[in-house]
């Protein structure tokens, strides 16, 4: 009798040794960004727990690099910093205090830890007393920030950031023309060789509560919505890439992560430049508060997301499982997703 002719796709899953072998997608150390909130104060010792991202902390400097040097022993390749400075103002002054925070951590990461790549978040939001990413028109309280006075701030953070030693810059702000600025005050100031990985495709998301919290940068009226991009529109994403791209760019983020993986599809097969994925403390928290339920398998969970990023075509994933990746892996468990 005839064999019946059809796919059995079973006899390449039928052993452990034969999945391994043709897996597709494998996630490593170096495709992982790990984000840290540092925070200016007095308080060597500070480890505070940050509540909606279990796991997650505010660290005094001193409690970052300790961090860090532990992360780089399990094989931690990159990082972003994030900064809480002690004062705000409507300015955001912080954010380009060629003493701030980040300016301060980057030093003290870069003399520490050489081999680790050291990217910083640019934007204001964390340094307005306003909360917005940008400068407001004085008493303005619809959150309409201004766009064009805004990017001089921020190409005069990311310059402040590469003196420091910043290995590449990112800026999350969604000011329109920010990229070019940025590139034009690098190049000038004698930076040409810092990347800027453009935050290019970045949604008003809900999915950003919890950082909120642990930055202390939610806006105290308004919203983002007239900066950031409405989460229904991707050709309008399309368009944001292609922009920040020929402002010179050189590698394009799309962020949420998980709730956008057409986009980074989307992304990678419109454009050559590197695409990157942020998974965000939304999905970071969502994973944790079902695992600590006993609901999902959180390594597990983990493994499958973070692959999920690489599957739809990212080549760098910012995400706060980073040294959970690494501390798995360092048990023989990482990469079996
Ligand atoms: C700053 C910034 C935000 C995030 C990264 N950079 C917050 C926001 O835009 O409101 C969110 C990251 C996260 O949720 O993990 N603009």
Same mark, same amino acid.
Request: net charge negative.
């Given at each position: 009798m005839d064999q019946p002719c059809?796919?059995?796709?079973?006899r390449l899953r039928k052993t452990p040794t034969i999945r391994d072998i043709f897996r597709e997608t494998h996630v490593r150390p170096e495709d992982l960004m790990m984000p840290y909130f540092v925070v200016d104060t007095d308080d060597a010792a500070l480890r505070k727990p940050i509540g909606a991202m279990p796991g997650q902390f505010q660290l005094s400097l001193d409690e970052l690099d300790r961090q860090v040097g532990q992360a780089v022993a399990l094989g931690l390749r990159s990082c972003i910093l994030f900064g809480l400075p002690k004062a705000k103002d409507a300015r955001g002054s912080g954010a380009y205090d060629p003493d701030g925070i980040v300016q301060r951590a980057i030093r003290r990461l870069k003399a520490n830890h050489p081999d680790l790549l050291v990217a910083t978040d640019v934007c204001l939001c964390e340094y307005t007393d306003h909360g917005h990413c940008g400068l407001l028109r004085?008493? =303005?309280?619809?959150?309409e920030v201004s766009n064009d006075p805004t990017l001089d701030l921020l190409a005069r953070t990311a310059v402040s950031h590469a003196r420091a030693g910043a290995d590449m810059v990112a800026p999350?702000?969604?000011?329109?023309g920010r990229v070019a600025e940025i590139r034009q005050a690098l190049d000038e100031a004698g930076f040409a060789q810092v990347p800027v990985m453009s935050y290019a495709v970045k949604y008003a998301s809900a999915f950003y509560g919890p950082f909120r919290e642990a930055?202390?940068?939610?806006?105290?009226?308004? =919203?983002?919505r007239t900066y950031q991009m409405d989460p229904a529109n991707a050709r309008e994403g399309l368009r944001e890439a292609q922009a920040d791209i020929d402002e010179g760019a050189d590698i394009i983020m799309v962020k949420p992560g998980m709730p956008y993986l057409d986009m980074i599809t989307r992304l990678r097969e419109a454009f050559d430049l590197p695409v990157a994925a942020y998974q965000v403390s939304g999905e970071y928290s969502m994973i944790k508060a079902a695992a600590a339920n006993g609901w999902i398998d959180e390594a597990a969970v983990m493994l499958e997301s973070l692959t999920a990023f690489k599957r739809a075509g990212a080549e760098l994933i910012l995400t706060y499982f980073t040294e959970d990746f690494l501390r798995l892996r360092a048990q023989g468990q990482g990469g079996k997703a």
């Amino acid at each position: 009798m005839d064999q019946p002719c059809f796919f059995r796709g079973r006899r390449l899953r039928k052993t452990p040794t034969i999945r391994d072998i043709f897996r597709e997608t494998h996630v490593r150390p170096e495709d992982l960004m790990m984000p840290y909130f540092v925070v200016d104060t007095d308080d060597a010792a500070l480890r505070k727990p940050i509540g909606a991202m279990p796991g997650q902390f505010q660290l005094s400097l001193d409690e970052l690099d300790r961090q860090v040097g532990q992360a780089v022993a399990l094989g931690l390749r990159s990082c972003i910093l994030f900064g809480l400075p002690k004062a705000k103002d409507a300015r955001g002054s912080g954010a380009y205090d060629p003493d701030g925070i980040v300016q301060r951590a980057i030093r003290r990461l870069k003399a520490n830890h050489p081999d680790l790549l050291v990217a910083t978040d640019v934007c204001l939001c964390e340094y307005t007393d306003h909360g917005h990413c940008g400068l407001l028109r004085q008493d =303005d309280t619809s959150g309409e920030v201004s766009n064009d006075p805004t990017l001089d701030l921020l190409a005069r953070t990311a310059v402040s950031h590469a003196r420091a030693g910043a290995d590449m810059v990112a800026p999350s702000d969604m000011m329109d023309g920010r990229v070019a600025e940025i590139r034009q005050a690098l190049d000038e100031a004698g930076f040409a060789q810092v990347p800027v990985m453009s935050y290019a495709v970045k949604y008003a998301s809900a999915f950003y509560g919890p950082f909120r919290e642990a930055a202390e940068s939610a806006p105290k009226f308004g =919203d983002r919505r007239t900066y950031q991009m409405d989460p229904a529109n991707a050709r309008e994403g399309l368009r944001e890439a292609q922009a920040d791209i020929d402002e010179g760019a050189d590698i394009i983020m799309v962020k949420p992560g998980m709730p956008y993986l057409d986009m980074i599809t989307r992304l990678r097969e419109a454009f050559d430049l590197p695409v990157a994925a942020y998974q965000v403390s939304g999905e970071y928290s969502m994973i944790k508060a079902a695992a600590a339920n006993g609901w999902i398998d959180e390594a597990a969970v983990m493994l499958e997301s973070l692959t999920a990023f690489k599957r739809a075509g990212a080549e760098l994933i910012l995400t706060y499982f980073t040294e959970d990746f690494l501390r798995l892996r360092a048990q023989g468990q990482g990469g079996k997703a």
